[in-house]
């Protein structure tokens, strides 16, 4: 069955370091995204992009990066790791029809200490 | 503040019906959609509804769009305890999704 996964499901990490999260799908959509959640603000959409070497920025980009090098991943890189980006982080897929249906990831939790 | 708002709490017994609602800003928005999301996971779409509908029955779901007022709402019936969750309405911005920051569903038995 396809599916959406992320990894890792929880990481501790230093302010100041580098931390890459990633996000696998096998449904061979087209669109991706990266959202963070918090208590109080619901999801809010740090990268997305919508093919190959395509990618854009959302509401809350600032400290994040994405790539897109293959159809299947979309992986996240925080460049610096700030307290403030203590969330959960959730991926998501839709394929490029008319009704943009997202399928989400598990999500991953990250702790900036 | 946030473009798309729903109130963050709603306790109903088991049995009762469950009405959520939410309020959006952007008037273009193709579709309007209700996720569901359980403790520890990630969010499932339970259903959307086009914006040329006003209304769209799903078994014990119903949604229903007021697009004058811009109001969206979803009715549980036979509410279970199973239902308790967060309920998140969205809206679909080319193909992106601007959400609501969730409510609360609590069943009690």
């Given amino acids: 069955d396809a599916e959406i996964t992320q990894s890792p499901r929880h990481k501790i990490t230093e302010t100041g370091r580098q931390v890459t999260l990633a996000c696998h799908q096998t449904w061979n959509h087209n669109n991706m995204f990266w959202y963070r959640q918090d208590l109080g603000h619901g999801l809010r959409l740090i990268h997305y992009s919508y093919g190959v070497q395509d990618t854009n920025k959302g509401e809350v980009s600032d400290g994040y990066s994405v790539s897109r090098s293959n159809t299947e991943d979309l992986p996240l890189t925080l460049e610096s790791a700030a307290s403030s980006q203590t969330s959960v982080y959730f991926c998501a897929s839709s394929e490029s029809g008319s009704s943009y249906e997202q399928y989400f990831g598990p999500g991953t939790r990250l702790t900036v200490t | ?109």
């Fill in chain 2, 1 to 109: 503040g946030e473009d798309v708002e729903q109130s963050l709490f709603l306790s109903v017994r088991e049995g009762d019906s469950s009405v959520i609602n939410c309020t959006y800003t952007d008037s273009s928005s193709t579709y309007l959609y209700w996720y569901k999301q359980e403790p520890g996971a990630g969010l499932q779409l339970l259903t959307y509804i086009f914006s040329n509908m006003d209304m769209k029955q799903d078994q014990r779901l119903t949604v229903l769009l007021n697009k004058k007022d811009k109001h969206l709402s979803l009715r549980i019936a036979d509410t279970q305890t199973g239902d308790s969750a967060i309920y998140f309405c969205a809206e679909s911005r080319r193909r992106a999704l601007t959400f609501g920051s969730g409510t609360r569903l609590q069943v009690q038995p």
